[in-house]
């Protein structure tokens, strides 16, 4: 079985709608889809039958004034109430042109088996979510502390939860547990895929740059905190799926580019994808023959 593996990135995950075009145009077709993050969305969506124009479309969609923090409101809310906030931007305002895909929407129902992964702060593991059809390699799964989540969700809150980033989106409460962004502890899930029985895997990695470029004046606390955390997901990244068996793989990474963040930017993401994946025709055609 083939697995195809959409790893997080936020906006740059974009790009990977441009992947799934130049894939379709392949012919090159997953069994099933491992997604986190970002990921999910595109993967999740992609699941459901979406076309990858379809998809790019929707994406094209999201109003970049939701990105917005209202500094000012949640300053004075939280010396009102002496508590900090959960979370500073509504992700269901951000996300309701997918909505409408997802909600109500079982694992089950997709037109292609999905499978997405979120990170459970209390239980201190990564855990997916998946059609009864996935058969999970629990032993393995113990080895990374990733689980087969049993309790049933439809995909809308799994999506929720895989994009809960800490700090920016609220966290997602499920019984005992408190799930936030799946790319906390697992954000290029190969070994998910692996756990779920594939033979071969086809990623699409956003990573992040090798180098990153401090300024010239001070360096203020949330960037050394942003490039912390990218040090960390980046070495788990490496670092998770060689505690797996191997399988042959093709990997498309395509590096973050700090100059292109912005929602206007989305045409020239998937455009990027698209090129990075007919960079690797031959490699992806090689790899499904």
Request: with cysteine; aromatic share 6%.
């Amino acid at each position: 079985m083939t697995g195809l593996v959409l790893s997080g990135g936020g906006l740059w995950a974009a790009a990977q709608i441009g992947v799934l075009r130049a894939l379709e145009e392949m012919g090159i077709e997953a069994d099933f889809v491992v997604g986190t993050s970002a990921g999910a969305v595109v993967g999740a969506l992609y699941a459901c039958g979406l076309a990858p124009d379809a998809i790019g479309e929707l994406a094209c969609q999201i109003d970049p004034h939701l990105f917005r923090v209202p500094w000012p409101r949640l300053l004075w809310n939280a010396l009102r109430s002496r508590r900090l906030p959960t979370h500073v931007i509504t992700v269901d305002h951000l996300f309701s042109p997918v909505e409408p895909w997802l909600r109500n929407r079982s694992f089950g129902s997709a037109v292609r088996p999905l499978l997405i992964t979120a990170t459970d702060l209390v239980h201190r593991q990564v855990v997916a979510w998946g059609p009864p059809s996935i058969r999970f390699d629990e032993g393995l799964g113990a080895r990374t502390g990733t689980i087969l989540f049993a309790q049933e969700v439809d995909l809308w809150t799994a999506v929720r939860a895989s994009t809960a980033f800490p700090g920016l989106f609220a966290p997602v409460r499920l019984a005992d547990r408190i799930l936030v962004d799946g790319g906390v502890g697992d954000d290029f899930p190969v070994d998910v895929a692996i756990l779920a029985g594939a033979d071969r895997v086809i990623g699409v990695w956003i990573d992040e740059p090798l180098t990153w470029h401090p300024p010239r004046r001070d360096i203020h606390a949330a960037s050394l905190l942003y490039q912390s955390l990218a040090v960390m997901i980046r070495q788990l990244s490496t670092v998770r799926p060689a505690l797996v068996p191997p399988r042959p793989q093709v990997i498309i990474r395509i590096p973050m580019d700090a100059a292109r963040r912005a929602v206007s930017e989305i045409p020239g993401l998937i455009d990027t994808g698209y090129r990075c994946a007919l960079e690797r025709r031959t490699a992806l055609q090689a790899l499904v023959a």
